[in-house]
């Protein structure tokens, strides 16, 4: 099986910063895209930032030059960013990739467990 760990989320000051990673493990022949979506309380799940497998990057308007989406293929592990931070970014933030775990050309998405990001005023 397959799993997404995120990690690196907590609390911090508004115009701070913060990196999350999340790192996938078990059986995986290759991965496709994968990015980072945030769900605030009371709002719907929405993308932030998606990078391909050849590492074109697309962002959401409201983290465009201040998020920073990133890949490392060795160790199966995406990075997200971010800085400036607002209140606004407060949200619990799921990691999601497309991965073929067999050679066979088929792709499956798999989701983080999500981890939590505070941002006070």
């Known amino acids: 099986q397959v799993q997404l760990v995120e990690s690196g989320g907590g609390l911090v000051q508004a115009g701070g910063s913060l990196r999350l990673s999340c790192a996938a493990s078990?059986?995986?022949?290759?991965?496709?895209?994968v990015g980072w979506y945030r769900q605030a309380p009371g709002k719907q799940r929405e993308l932030v930032a998606t990078?391909?497998?050849?590492?074109?990057?697309n962002y959401a308007d409201s983290v465009k030059g201040r998020f920073t989406i990133s890949r490392d293929n060795a160790k199966n592990t995406v990075y997200l960013q971010m800085n400036s931070l607002k209140p606004a970014d407060t949200a619990v933030y799921y990691c999601?990739?497309?991965?073929?775990?067999?050679?066979?050309?088929?792709?499956?998405?798999?989701w983080g467990q999500g981890t939590q990001v505070t941002v006070s005023s």
């Open positions: 999601n990739a497309d991965l073929d775990q067999y050679g066979s050309g088929y792709l499956r998405t798999y």
């Open positions: 990078v391909t497998s050849g590492g074109s990057t």
């Open positions: 078990g059986r995986i022949f290759s991965i496709n895209a």
